[in-house]
């Protein structure tokens, strides 16, 4: 323990050293620049601190209405979206699928688009009395690729004025847009009454937020997102439009 503390401490001298000898190799320093701006410093850091309030959004709900039963049965409806022999999912036999929590539930369709590598499926949960709209996250370098697209949030949302999202996740939900659209009302028009579910996990959670608004806004549709690990979807004009046209969203984290 001694022999560790001494050689510890030489390190530390030695580093101190040659910080120093690193400051002494400045050629030049201009005192009078410096003292200009340490003034300005001291003048900036003088000043008294200015808060501003953050944007209100409209209250949704409270975390008293979460209900863990609800977000174990969508979790696993995101977790089966992985899964690599989709007829599984179709015919609804994959690990995932036969967990208790997700019994009642039936696919009905399985929509997939080859140049970004895009999968969502459709279906209905009789049990619960909903339909569901589930998105995949990343699944290949396709995905990945236009997952680091996520910074340029340039992408106008349908209709919605000053809502932009981001340019790769719209990408990716754009493509099957229309077909997830008529694929729902097929679904409606069998189920009137059941409540619309859109659900996905890490990507497919920023395109299945996308798709709330969307559909929420352009269809009129109250529906629920739930959403685990997702990362950003928009700017802040997409989550003002997030809050007035999806009815009740959950984003849980892990």
């Given amino acids: 323990m001694q022999v560790r503390t001494v050689l510890i401490f030489i390190s530390l001298s030695l580093t ?8 002494r190799n400045v050629p030049y320093i201009d005192t009078e620049q ?7 410093r001291h003048q900036v850091l003088s000043k008294p601190y200015e808060f501003t309030p953050p944007t209100p959004y409209k209250k949704i709900g409270d975390a008293s209405e979460f209900d863990v039963s609800n977000a174990t049965r969508f979790v696993r409806y995101a977790v ?11 015919n609804w036999t994959c ?9 009642g539930f039936m696919c009905t369709h399985l929509i997939h688009d080859n140049k970004t590598d895009t999968l969502v499926y459709l279906g209905i949960n009789t049990n619960h009395r909903e339909l569901v709209i589930v998105w995949r996250g990343t699944a290949g370098e396709l995905n990945l690729l236009l997952d680091l697209e996520f910074w340029k949030t340039t992408k106008p949302l349908d209709g919605i004025p000053k809502a932009y999202t981001a340019t790769g996740f719209y990408d990716m939900y754009h493509v099957a847009q229309d077909r997830v659209w008529n694929a729902l009302l097929t679904n409606i028009a069998k189920y009137k009454d059941f409540e619309i579910k859109i659900i996905g996990h890490s990507l497919g959670g920023a395109i299945s937020s996308i798709n709330a608004v969307d559909f929420g806004y352009n269809g009129k549709l109250n529906l629920s997102s ?3 690990g997702s990362p950003r979807s928009g700017d802040k004009g997409f989550t003002l439009a997030y809050h007035d046209y999806c009815q009740q969203h959950w984003r849980m984290t892990h």
Wanted: with cysteine.
């Fill in 34 to 40: 410096l003292e200009i701006e340490l003034n300005i």
């Fill in 95 to 103: 690990s995932d699928c036969r967990a208790p929590e997700v019994q």
């Fill in 226 to 228: 739930y959403t685990f």
């Fill in 16 to 23: 101190v050293a040659g910080d120093l000898i690193v400051h």
């Fill in 80 to 90: 089966a979206s992985y899964t690599k022999n989709w007829n599984e999912i179709l």
